[in-house]
Nanobody, 132 residues
Framework: QVQLVESGGGLVQPGGSLTLSCAAS????????IGWFRQAPGKEREGVAC????????YYADSVKGRFTVSRDNARQTVYLQLNNLKPEDTATYYC?????????????????????????WGKGTLVTVSS
């Protein structure tokens, strides 16, 4: 049974940092692209940062480049998202998503196109609130 379990969300002040974790089970973790997506109230889910399984490539949304870092530990079957210099507009529920179809040619395509209407397997999400 495929499971993705996020943790690490919380309330943080602007400029602060958080580390999100997603523990995966039930599939060959090191064979599939995986990443972080977020959905703010009233907005569509968007791809934030994703990691390829095959070539180590990563993709970041323009809004988080230079502030967020995605990493994966295949031995622990865990993907992390380091969030630095957080802004109020980063407030959202953050989801871990895995593309078990291997249906995208690039990690950018996976991260952007699978956010809405894709066939990713999803965790239940963890809420990040950035507020003073």
């Amino acid at each position: 049974q495929v499971q993705l379990v996020e943790s690490g969300g919380g309330l943080v002040q602007p400029g602060g940092s958080l580390t999100l974790s997603c523990a995966a089970s039930g599939f060959a973790f090191d064979y599939y692209a995986i990443g972080w997506f977020r959905q703010a109230p009233g907005k569509e889910r968007e791809g934030v940062a994703c990691s390829s399984a095959t070539d180590g490539a990563t993709y970041y949304a323009d809004s988080v480049k230079g502030r967020f870092t995605v990493s994966r530990d295949n031995a622990r079957q865990t993907v992390y998202l380091q969030l630095n210099n957080l802004k109020p507009e980063d407030t959202a529920t953050y989801y871990c998503g895995a593309d078990l179809t291997r249906g995208y040619a690039t990690i950018e395509a996976m991260c952007v196109m699978s956010a809405v209407g894709g066939n990713n397997r999803w965790g239940k999400g963890t809420l990040v609130t950035v507020s003073s």
